[in-house]
């Protein structure tokens, strides 16, 4: 059974996420849908590209992933189906699956043809031009049917840390922060580790706080598990399960979590200090 994921910034409320499901089912009632997420901040890129890049790998290769997110049609922008990492990706053109595969070269990228005649009216882009798209390939059929092949798509830089040698110190930033009111960085593991090599002792730094050490997960953080609840609210850094440094508190929430404990929003920097 195909398997096709919806990820938009749709929310729950509106109409526009059973359209899309509905649309889907008229043209084949045997496709799987499975909701990723429609709770994306409205137009947030960067937002996205880390929830679809953390889950779509969960997908057998061969799933078709639709990204409604900033996808609302105009003529002067294109929709684009990506195959990377064995999975097919329908997006708009506005850099999305850039920020997604910043490290994967898509094996092909076309330029979705449906609907694009000078005479033809799409009133909403998913159900006109995403869901015929998707499911043609759910069908078996084949890419070039629907669009026509092309070299590259737009590109957005996603944000990358940098190590400052001089000081000793990796500077990375806030990216994304999860239900759990947690505070992912981009500093990966393999950074902080590579880095890391040759010296003893580390600060991480952000706000006017600071911490000595790193986690290995949530669960880390409570040494006598006899006494667990002591430790609730207790600030820590890990490494999640994406292996990117976070900043958390040990059974937060979004009332009383990182998020609203250190006061810290994304863009902003969290520095690594080595000595």
Do not use: C
Request: glycine fraction near 6%; charge should be negative.
């Amino acid at each position: 059974m195909s398997i096709i994921t919806l990820t938009s910034d749709f929310g729950n409320l509106d109409y526009r996420v059973a359209a899309v499901k509905g649309s889907i089912l008229s043209l084949n009632q045997k496709v799987n849908i499975v909701d990723i997420t429609h709770d994306i901040q409205a137009f947030n890129l960067v937002q996205t590209s880390y929830i679809v890049r953390n889950a779509y790998k969960h997908f057998p290769k061969g799933s078709i992933h639709i990204l409604a997110v900033d996808s609302f049609q105009h003529k002067s922008r294109k929709n684009i189906l990506y195959k990377a990492d064995g999975h097919y990706f329908i997006a708009a053109d506005n850099g999305l699956l850039s920020l997604i595969f910043f490290d994967i070269k898509p094996e092909a990228i076309f330029e979705i043809t449906l609907n694009n005649r000078f005479d033809d009216i799409v009133n909403f882009t998913s159900t006109d031009i995403f869901v015929p798209a998707a499911v043609h390939l759910a069908n078996g059929g084949l890419p070039g049917v629907i669009g026509r092949k092309i070299d590259t798509a737009k590109q957005l830089l996603f944000p990358k840390p940098v190590y400052n040698e001089s000081e000793r110190m990796i500077i990375g930033e806030v990216t994304y922060i999860d239900n759990f009111g947690n505070i992912i960085s981009n500093i990966s593991k393999d950074l902080f580790e590579s880095v890391g090599n040759g010296y003893e002792n580390f600060t991480i730094k952000f706000r006017n706080l600071a911490l000595s050490k790193v986690f290995s997960s949530h669960t880390e953080v409570v040494s006598d598990w006899e006494r667990e609840t002591e430790f609730h609210g207790q600030s820590a850094a890990i490494f999640n399960d994406s292996q990117l440094l976070e900043l958390t508190i040990y059974k937060g929430s979004k009332k009383n979590g990182a998020k609203s404990l250190f006061g810290m929003n994304v863009g902003e920097n969290i520095y690594i200090e080595f000595f």
